[in-house]
């Protein structure tokens, strides 16, 4: 593995590490949801139950006993789908910025011409994030997948309890439909956040004189799909078509594309602002702070 290489693929991984932490954050706030859930659930079986531990409910009971579940059921779906179009906004945002910084200066610390980045305006990021994939942003499919979760823990609610399942099945199973939701949550943080990566580092591509060709870099694991196994060592000039990450691939997917550029090593940078070559930041930071980089 080339240095130019290794440092494109820390990027990635630098991306996912921040994605990670919103992950167990919203995985806390699921955890929160079911508890909350579960709560009432327990108060109804409290409620309505024989002396022999079983559920005796009646149609008009259940009707009203839902009537209260719902509510708690909508406030939880708005209280998470909140949390996470503000999470993901946030993550896109950092991630676009991220990439396209971080890739510009390890291309503009290796080769002599630099690269002709831009100081990136929120509207143009705000354009680079919000997307829409097959008609839907990722807004929309965060509220999408919180209205199916709801609609899902609503039904097994009542078939349970119309059904006198213990208390200890159906809270199993309200774990398994909120588990099932917060996987989808989970997944589109991962894909979302790979394609804003990809996004971020193609366009440093495009606008750099010095990168003529992208080559496909699979991880070659047990784990890596046989499109991107195909794909893996396959060079692309920047301006022919080449397969989108994760557009064109697979969900989740953990490929990227490595510049190639002859003679990269480690040399003096280009300021775009001043057009001088002057002596390389010793680190990403200095480099941001000395073009006014937030």
Known sequence: MTRLEREILNIKRDTEKIAEKDIKRLAREYKKSLADIRAIVLQVYT???????????????????????DKVLEREARRIGLLEVGL????????????????AYTLDKGIELGVNYRVLRPEFIERAINVPIEGYMYSDRIWLNKEVMMQRLRRDLINHMQSGTSVEKLSRKLSKDLGSDYYNSYRLIRN??????????????????SVQSLLFDATLDDR??????????TVYRKDEPHPKIPDDTHIQCRSAYIPIVEGW???????????QNIDYPSNFEDWKRSNSIE
Request: negative net charge; charged residues 25%.
């Open 47 to 69: 409620k309505y139950s024989d002396d022999d531990g079983e559920l005796n409910i009646s149609n008009a009971q259940l009707i009203n006993e839902m009537n209260r579940l």
């Open 88 to 103: 993901v906004t946030a993550l896109l945002t950092t991630t676009y910025k991220h990439s396209y910084y971080k890739t």
């Open 192 to 209: 979302e956040t790979a394609r804003v990566q990809s996004e971020a580092q193609e366009q440093i591509y495009q606008d750099s004189d």
């Open 224 to 233: 890596t799909t046989e499109l991107c196994q195909g794909l893996h060592g």
């Open 265 to 275: 090593n480690p040399t003096k940078k280009r300021d775009n602002l001043s057009k």
